[in-house]
C-alpha cells in the first residue's frame, strides 16, 4: 500500500524559509515522478515542483522557479521541497503526489493538469504578509 506522508507547514512571514518533507512508502515502481503541488479552498490544484527518478530531473511552476528547490533522499525515498522568500501568495495546503509518468511527462504542470495516482493528506502553508 503506497503512502505518502508530509510535515513541515506552518506560519510564516513573507520572505522567510520553510522547509516540507514527504515520506514515501510501498511505492516499488521503478520510474517514479513524485512532487508537490498546492491548493486553496475553490481553487484547482496548483502544480509547484516534479522530480522524476531520484533527480533525474526536476522541474517547477514559474510561480515558484528560483525560490524553490524539490530535492530527494534515495535512501530513505523522503521528497523534500525548500521554501525560500515565501510571498502571501504561497499560501495554501500542500500536498505530496506520486506518479508513474515518465521523465517528459513529470511536471510541475502534470499536478494540475490530472489528478495524481497518489497523494498525502497535506500540510498547511500561511504566509503572512
Known amino acids: 500500500q503506497v503512502q505518502l506522508v508530509e510535515s513541515g507547514g506552518g506560519s510564516v512571514q513573507a520572505g522567510g524559509s520553510l522547509r516540507l518533507s514527504c515520506a514515501v512508502s510501498?511505492?516499488?515502481?521503478?520510474?517514479?515522478?513524485w512532487g508537490w503541488f498546492r491548493q486553496t479552498p475553490g481553487k484547482e490544484r496548483d502544480g509547484v515542483a516534479a522530480?522524476?527518478?531520484?533527480?533525474?530531473?526536476?522541474d517547477y511552476s514559474d510561480s515558484v522557479k528560483g525560490r524553490f528547490t524539490i530535492s530527494q533522499e534515495k535512501a530513505s525515498r523522503t521528497v523534500y521541497l525548500q521554501m525560500n522568500s515565501l510571498k502571501p501568495e504561497d499560501t495554501g495546503m500542500y500536498y505530496c503526489?506520486?506518479?508513474?509518468?515518465?521523465?517528459?511527462?513529470?511536471?510541475?504542470?502534470?499536478?494540475?493538469?490530472?489528478?495524481?495516482?497518489?497523494r498525502g493528506q497535506g500540510t498547511q502553508v500561511t504566509v503572512s504578509s
Open positions: 503526489a506520486a506518479d508513474s509518468a515518465g521523465p517528459y511527462d513529470c511536471t510541475a504542470a502534470s499536478w494540475s493538469e490530472s489528478s495524481p495516482n497518489y
Open positions: 510501498g511505492y516499488s515502481a521503478s520510474s517514479h515522478c
Open positions: 522530480i522524476y527518478n531520484s533527480g533525474a530531473s526536476t
